[in-house]
């Protein structure tokens, strides 16, 4: 299957490249690095082969690396903040590519450690299972979370705003909040329940605090005009601010 992919070479991987990038934000060719560009082919290439979700984890100077790939849902970061954020694992870094046209694959690349030090074998196969059951339907994430945080305790602070980006010209909501322990699952989860797709993310955490900005896709993935966009961060603030579920 590696092999198979490694063999391509010349036009053929240049013209498949060309095609698989086509899927993306015009901003996915230009700013993102070639070397990550190809990672995420040879993901979607096993994902093909395979016809399931591509999990991977890799050590690197003293945390583990997971890339993640499969269709991208408005649930979707929801089960992995969720599953993240069950089995205590601290976020060094998360990068998001999803694409904009069908079929809408998402490729997520965490840098991850727990207790200061990478994942164990057994742990990184615990998350495996976790992830391939959640997006089967078969492991209920708030559940097994809502026994350890409180999870429809309110964010009083917390302030959702909606823009369209000046320089990827996509929509965007910025999130912003103190920072608590299940923060990043709350936000995704409340993403989910205004069916939204993510589609690339920045995390910036500064004094406590946590900035999220999340470039999105309408429901059923379109996109949001900005009447709509300004709805949704609203709503997306009152389930933050409010008590409840969310």
């Known amino acids: 299957m590696v092999s198979e992919f490694q063999a391509l070479k010349g036009n053929a991987r240049i013209n498949l490249m060309r095609r698989f990038n086509s899927r993306f934000p015009s901003f996915y060719s ?28 890799k050590d690197e100077r003293g945390k583990t690396n997971l890339a993640f790939a499969w269709r991208n849902d408005s649930y979707l970061l929801s089960d992995l903040f969720g599953i993240t954020t069950a089995f205590n694992l601290e976020i060094h870094n998360v990068n998001l590519y999803g694409q904009i046209h069908t079929p809408y694959l998402a490729f997520v690349h965490f840098v991850l450690s727990r207790q200061q030090k990478p994942l164990s074998r057994s742990l990184c196969s615990n ?86 900005i999340l470039y999105l896709l309408g429901p059923d993935k379109s996109m949001l005009p900005e009447y709509l966009g300004n709805r949704i961060a609203a709503s997306l603030q009152q389930r933050l601010n409010a008590e409840g579920p969310l």
């Not at 230009?30 to 984890?57: C, H, P, T, W």
């Not at 589609?199 to 910036?204: E, G, K, S, Y």
């Open 127 to 212: 998350i495996e299972r976790a992830i391939f059951e959640a997006l089967s339907n078969n492991f209920a994430v708030e559940e097994l979370l809502s026994s350890e945080f409180n999870l429809h305790g309110r964010i009083p602070d917390a302030k959702a705003e909606f823009y369209i980006d000046p320089v990827f010209h996509l929509p965007a909501i910025l999130v912003e909040a103190e920072h608590q322990p299940a923060f990043l699952y709350q936000v995704m989860f409340a993403i989910w329940q205004e069916d939204l797709t993510v589609i690339t993310m920045n995390v910036i955490s500064r004094r406590k605090r946590t900035r999220l």
């Open 30 to 57: 230009q700013f993102v690095s070639s070397d990550i560009q190809g990672e995420n082919l040879r993901l979607a290439y096993k994902m093909n082969q395979l016809r399931r979700a591509v999990i991977e984890f």
